[in-house]
């Protein structure tokens, strides 16, 4: 018996999920577990560099720029999530020819968008950091930063496009050597650039520009059919873009964005909501500001869990819902939850006890990492609600149910933790806002999400897509 096997059989024996399913779960997932610690990891390691290298106006300038970014990736995932759910469904009903039209229309709509924020970061990026409050000098950091990775905006919405699509025909594998082998040159041209060539900010935008512009390609050999020749295990993808069919499917279209739209609603809500929290951080001062940056990058570095749990509940729910199998589809989908669950539980406690040791990796001063450590504990805890919102909401986007999960999205974010922290200005509670708004934007929305998915109003929202040989 081997060790998945074996663990399989440990979570089944504590009710969590059963031992087939955990199996099929970490297939999925265990890539994307790997592929999203990659890439979580490169932009904390960029912080981590920045701070020895500029210090705190670099780390609190970068903060303001990777907001900016943020929303970048989280527009992607939201495209990206209607693509998911469509490919694996149909994928699943056996019609690869419609799912790559899915793919193709998904790739035009990534470039419609990146086109215009190019240019806005090119053109705007210094005004837009110094919205958020920072002072002169964050100003001048986040604004280099934003001018010089503008161009991997492009890369990055296709990139995301490419990796659902692989996620959504259960290959996830491909995905992850292509985006770990990006991440990994990422850290080697970002410490060369920051300290070999001292370009500090700049050198970790441009290491973020080129290895991301590097992994575009090596994805899309795959996903336009080329075959890698064996080379490390890696597939070309079955559903291909090719320029030699129609572009456009109507039926398919509004398919696609009827699903993507409340998703895209739903990460841009988690996105934007960094940015009045940033302002409010901004009025304690820039080590307030790099205290936040740092807890919100060690909780996506956690959160690398739910880039493998999240995209596996997707694609299987959805593929059993394209077998027309919904009782398999909500079994899959609540073990995946209550697995989340107990994995975040674990991880929160494990950065909580290091949040001192890890505060000093990106910090130098005794002050400063006084400041950031609480963050980082109230970081930790918080992942475990972000935990529950990705595996649920994952399986909600499975089935195609992606209005409500944006809503409860709203909801958790800009009716209850950004009062909060406003409060913290108005009010003697002051930086302890800001532990309370980190703490509720991940938990409010997550046990809504919860809430949803128990219900199992998607098993209604999946049969208006289906049976999805009929798009």
Do not use: C
């Not at 290895?211 to 050999?221: A, I, P, Q, R």
């Amino acid at each position: 018996m081997d060790r998945i096997e074996r663990l399989g059989r440990l979570f089944e024996r504590g009710g969590v999920i059963t031992a087939d399913r955990f199996r099929r779960t970490v297939e999925l997932a265990w890539p994307r577990v790997v592929t999203g610690f990659a890439i979580m990891s490169k932009q904390t390691v960029d912080l981590a560099m920045v701070g020895v290298a500029v210090g705190t106006a670099g780390t609190a300038g970068l903060a303001f720029a990777l907001a900016y970014w943020g929303v970048v990736a989280l527009l992607g995932l939201g495209l990206a999530g209607g693509t998911v759910s469509l490919v694996s469904r149909i994928y699943g009903a056996d019609r690869p020819e419609r799912a790559s039209l899915v793919v193709t229309q998904s790739g035009l709509l990534a470039v419609a968008l990146a086109v215009p924020i190019v240019a806005v970061f090119i053109t705007l990026s210094e005004p837009l950091v110094g919205l958020l409050g920072a002072d002169p000098a964050s100003v001048r950091h986040g604004g280099t930063y934003l001018t010089v990775v503008a161009p991997a905006v492009l890369f990055e919405l296709l990139n995301l496009i490419a990796s659902r699509t692989y996620t959504g025909i259960g290959d996830t594998y491909t995905e992850m050597v292509n985006r770990a082998a990006g991440a990994l040159l990422n850290v080697v041209l970002s410490a060369g650039l920051i300290f070999g060539a001292g370009l500090g900010v700049a050198g970790a935008a441009l290491g973020t520009a080129v290895s991301t512009g590097v992994v575009t390609l090596t994805l899309g050999w795959g996903m336009t059919g080329r075959s890698y020749g064996g080379r490390l295990g890696m597939e070309p993808s079955p559903v291909p873009v090719s320029a030699g069919r129609p572009w456009i499917d109507r039926a398919l279209l509004r398919q696609l964005l009827e699903i993507s739209l409340p998703e895209i609603g739903r990460r841009l809500a988690q996105g934007l909501v960094v940015f009045p929290l940033l302002w409010v951080a901004a009025a304690f001062g820039p080590v307030v500001v790099t205290a936040v940056e740092v807890a919100r990058r060690v909780r996506t570095v956690v959160n690398s869990l739910n880039w493998g749990l999240s995209l596996a509940s997707s694609s299987l729910v959805g593929r059993h819902l394209g077998e027309d199998d919904e009782t398999e589809a909500g079994a899959v989908g609540a073990g995946i939850v209550r697995l989340a669950f107990v994995l975040y539980v674990a991880a929160a406690a494990a950065v909580a006890l290091l949040a001192t040791p890890l505060s000093r990796l990106f910090v130098g001063t005794p002050e400063a990492v006084a400041r950031t450590a609480p963050f980082v504990v109230v970081a930790a805890v918080s992942a475990v609600g972000q935990g529950v919102d990705g595996a649920a909401t994952g399986a909600l986007i499975g089935a195609g149910d992606t209005r409500l999960p944006f809503a409860a999205s709203l909801v958790g974010r800009y009716l209850f933790a950004l009062p909060v922290a406003v409060a913290g200005l108005l009010t003697p509670l002051g930086v302890a806002g800001l532990y309370a708004a980190l703490l509720l934007e991940m938990h409010v929305p997550g046990w809504i999400n919860y809430a949803l998915f128990r219900s199992g109003r998607w098993k209604a929202v999946s049969r208006r897509y289906g049976p999805p040989t009929d798009a």
